[in-house]
């Protein structure tokens, strides 16, 4: 049985590694391919592998690319992160040198290791590219572009979870083999939620707290619905993450007196508890790569606010599993369809539930990912 090694650059169920812990219990009951991980940390993630018996690393990950705010910090973090990423991958080299690894696959295209470990080690290597790293964090590479463009090419297959994140890939690295892959969820959880049995209408918003994920434009908008009078509503923000931003969004809240209509709940653990409170969900990002958050929504028959960008207008159908805005007048009048029409937000919660299962299933991406393996070997 030949062996992946999945190389993850955090420890958080986040959307990222949510798909991969999928697709890794896939191969697992598979059988056909022996899964292992490496990963940075201890936590809710290596409690899974432990329950199904995959073996993993602990090991530091550390990204290759950073948020450039001005060039002497940038070259100083450089030096660091070089370093740190070659002491590394010493670590991983020495733990599986023996081991026979026939594929090593990357889950982001913020780490290297899995591109330099495969080199050291013979054996094909596969890059899970699920973001736009600059374009939506402004973030830069720590060596030259042409490593970056030799990295990237040199890869036997390049995934994207989505046309947008492929269309981007294409354009940077023509030369590189690029399929997309839509990620994939267990439509069968949660298949049967009732989100009618509380009063006035509950937004949903999962997602890293993250300038570049706006939820202080969601904010904005609850402000705008307060100020017309609407106020039989909430919105709930679901995610951890910069510590001044969300400091930014609580003053916020704070001074425009949201305290009952706007939450934010930190990293939860039973997502299922907060879908089945919820009437809608929001995903408000720019270049959103894919948003499984998105179709985690979808799945419960929440029906989509969406921000018209990234992947977002390929899994939201406008008018149809959901509604796409532009700008925060355009979240507010999508927010007001949603709090006065039950029966649209029924309708396009359905809509959304059969567009999961025709195309976002675990067992697709499964299938996809599968059959991409094989046509390596």
Known sequence: MKKILFITHYDNLYGANRALLTLVKKLKSEGRYEPMVVIPAKGLFTDELDAIKVPYLVCSITQWMAIYREPVSFAIKRRKRLKAIEDELKIMEERFK???????????????????????????????VREFPKEHYGMRPFLKEEQVRKAFNAADRLIAISDAVKENLQEKYPAAKVMRIYDGIDTCVNDQTDHNDHDG?????????????????????????????????????????????RKKIEDFIAAQGLDKNVMIK????????????????????????????????????????????????????????????DDIQGLVTCMKKFISDAALRERMGMEGKERVKEFFTSDINAEKILSMYDGLF
């Not at 026979?100 to 899970?128: D, E, M, Q, T, Y």
């Not at 408000?284 to 998105?294: C, D, P, R």
């Open 201 to 245: 209408v509950t937004f949903l918003y999962t997602a890293y707290l993250f300038p570049a994920k706006h939820q202080m434009d969601v904010c904005m908008a609850a402000s705008e619905l307060k100020k017309e009078g609407i106020a039989d509503f909430k919105v709930i923000f679901a995610g951890d993450g910069d510590k001044h931003y």
């Open 98 to 128: 023996d081991e026979n690894i026939a594929l090593i696959h990357s889950n982001s295209s913020v780490i290297p290791h899995g591109a330099f470990l495969a080199k050291r080690l013979g054996c094909r290597h596969v890059w899970h």
């Open 266 to 325: 930190g990293f939860v653990e039973d997502m299922d508890s907060l879908l089945n409170e919820a009437d809608a969900g929001i995903i408000a990002s720019e270049y959103e790569g894919f948003g499984l958050a998105t179709v985690e929504y979808m799945r419960t028959g929440l029906p989509v606010i969406g921000r018209r960008s990234g992947a977002t207008p390929e899994i939201v159908k406008d008018e149809e599993t959901g509604l796409l805005y």
